[in-house]
């Protein structure tokens, strides 16, 4: 069975760097892409970037200057690491995977809020 | 980028009618386009890829339809566990989402 988890701080602090993990099970990172989005509160969802299977990345131009996107492919977990986090960065963030189908399995989402 | 503009952005209907949610990209994206369903609090569910095709469990009554610029997302019954938000997604280049709509029953 497919699953997604991500986990990380609920509340990080402006300016400060957000690390978020996010724990496959299901299917193999080296052949599916897993990509992150999120959903800031009573807005629609924004893109964030991807690791694909071969390892590469490509993040949403927005955001790529304070963007990095990695894995471990030995425990299945694909990080997000965003610095200089201010109250715009504010979101539940998703994880997914895209393989045969894009976007076809998400995780729960990880709430995130910007705040000292 | 591609920009996806979904309609209506609130819909209320009755069990049994048929619903349609539409989205329009600002450029032609082929079929790249999927349909989700999201309920409070779960993850995003996917029903439709690329425009037309039925994701795997998900119940006949949803379909997808369009390719281009235009396309629609059709529950032919409505059925009370269909209350959600829905969103469509372009993938023909970087991701974007459409707003969303959120469907209740009257």
């Known amino acids: 069975q497919v699953q997604l988890k991500e986990s990380g701080p609920g509340l990080v602090q402006p300016s400060q760097t957000l690390s978020l993990t996010c724990t496959v099970s299901g299917f193999s990172l080296t052949s599916n892409s897993v990509h992150w989005v999120r959903q800031p509160p009573g807005k629609g969802l924004e893109w964030v970037g991807a690791i694909w299977s071969g390892g590469s990345t490509d993040y949403n131009s927005a955001l790529k200057s304070r963007l990095s996107i990695s894995r471990d492919t030995s425990k299945s977990q694909v990080f997000l690491k965003m610095n200089s986090l201010q109250t715009e960065d504010t979101a539940i963030y998703f994880c997914t995977r895209s393989g045969v189908r894009v976007m076809d399995a998400w995780g729960q989402g990880a709430s995130v809020t910007v705040s000292s | 980028d591609i920009q996806m503009t979904q309609s209506p952005s609130f819909l209320s209907a009755s069990v049994g009618d048929r619903v349609t949610i539409n989205c329009k990209a600002s450029q032609n994206i082929n079929r790249y386009l999927n349909w989700y369903q999201q309920k409070l609090g779960e993850a995003p569910k996917l029903l439709i890829y690329n425009a037309n095709s039925l994701q795997t469990g998900i119940p006949s009554r949803f379909s997808g339809s369009g390719s281009g610029t235009d396309f629609t997302l059709t529950i032919s019954s409505l059925q009370p566990e269909d209350v959600a938000t829905y969103f469509c997604?372009?993938?023909?280049?970087?991701?974007?989402f459409g707003a969303g709509t959120k469907l209740e029953l009257k």
């Open positions: 997604l372009q993938h023909n280049s970087w991701p974007t």
